[in-house]
């Protein structure tokens, strides 16, 4: 087991569209794990989701990148993101080599979360985070594996104390501002930001990035991924943001070790 590393760590956003094929995200994560870099990974299992709930004459929808999440399928959320899609992922990176521990971010109360826009549903706008639990898996030598399911901790609310379904873009960004991350990166099934030409934009500042999604060149599931990374890089100097393409080998250890791929932002 690597020993625990006091410098800032990196967060990793993955979802199942990049994972598979030709990529090596997860032989990256754990190259990095072993080579005693401080790794938090946060995964998505969207496609995955909406299987099951189609099996269950469940229609999925979305409105600007956020699942619209009634009763019925915040109980198939919560049972792929914190057991199913989990514990598969903790897994695959145990069987090559790291070891992982997973869990959501209910534990702890790690994410604490209000229901954002009632026509969501169940779909939780992030409060608050509590590091700790993360911290802990990282002190004991694991990579932290974190489900993007919040607590509800609206006052007076019957669903209080309840899960919600948060965007595990929108998690990661948050819990790469409150570890105050090196890094967040989002492994993507694009290249990364495009501009009107589809060409990738290599940088932007967070005054460009927030100009480009307010004028709708990103769109659909880019949405919720620039906030994200607006949201961790906030107000920290020095810290950068990256969405690269997970599918393409080798691309989150070139990412980390700083070569140019898919779109960085900073502050």
Known sequence: MSQPNAAPPVVV???????????????????????????????????????????????????????????????????????????????LLQNLGALTIGISGMDGCLLQARVAKPEL??????????????QAILAAGFIPLVSPIA???????????QPL?????????????ALEAERVIFLTDVAG????????IPRLDARSAASLRAAGVARGGMLPKLDACLAAIAGRAGASAHIIDGREPGALMQCVNGQATGTRITA
């Open 165 to 177: 379904n948060v965007n595990g873009d929108t998690a990661a960004g948050a819990l790469a501002h």
């Open 151 to 161: 607590v509800d901790v609206t006052d007076g609310s019957e669903h209080a104390g």
């Open 193 to 200: 930001v495009m501009d009107n030409g589809g060409r990738v």
């Open 13 to 91: 956003k993955i979802g199942g569209s990049t994972l598979g094929g030709n990529d090596t995200s997860l032989q990256d994560l754990v190259a990095l794990h072993r080579a005693g870099r401080a790794v938090v990974v946060v995964h998505g299992g969207g496609n995955v989701i909406s299987e099951w709930m189609r099996r269950q004459n469940l229609a999925p929808n979305f409105v600007n990148g956020l699942r619209v999440t009634d009763a019925p399928s915040l109980e198939i959320v919560v049972a792929v993101l914190g057991g199913l899609v989990n514990k598969e992922l903790a897994a």
């Open 121 to 134: 549903g169940y779909v939780g706008e992030i409060d608050r985070v509590n590091p700790a639990p993360v």
